[in-house]
């Protein structure tokens, strides 16, 4: 079973800056892509950005320029830096982990509020 825990959520002025870190460990299966999705209140899950292993990247428009997604292999970690926040990012950010076998695992979610 694998467990992933997320930190670096929390309140922060418009354009502000947040990074959030997301911890794998137990189990761990073969990795297709580490990533994060967000969740605003009366709003579908989205996707946010993803590491492929081996390379790749993807991002979200409304993200692009401002977030940064990096992986640590060696301690299987994702990051998101997130700069220039907007109180439209305002959203539970979730933690993903793809399995090569198409298998989604999730983290328990962290809440990022950015105030106007």
């Known amino acids: 079973q694998v467990q992933l825990v997320e930190s670096g959520g929390g309140l922060v002025q418009a354009g502000g800056s947040l990074r959030l870190s997301c911890a794998a460990s137990?189990?761990?299966?073969?990795?297709?892509?580490m990533g994060w999705y967000r969740q605003a209140p009366g709003n579908q899950r989205e996707l946010v950005a993803t590491s492929i292993s081996g390379g790749g990247t993807t991002y979200a428009d409304s993200v692009k320029g401002r977030f940064t997604i990096s992986r640590d292999n060696a301690k299987n970690t994702v990051y998101l830096q997130m700069n220039s926040l907007k109180p439209e990012d305002t959203a539970v950010y979730y933690c993903n982990l793809r399995r090569v076998t198409g298998y989604n695992d999730w983290g328990q979610g962290t809440q990022v509020t950015v105030s106007s």
């Open positions: 137990g189990s761990i299966p073969s990795i297709n892509a």
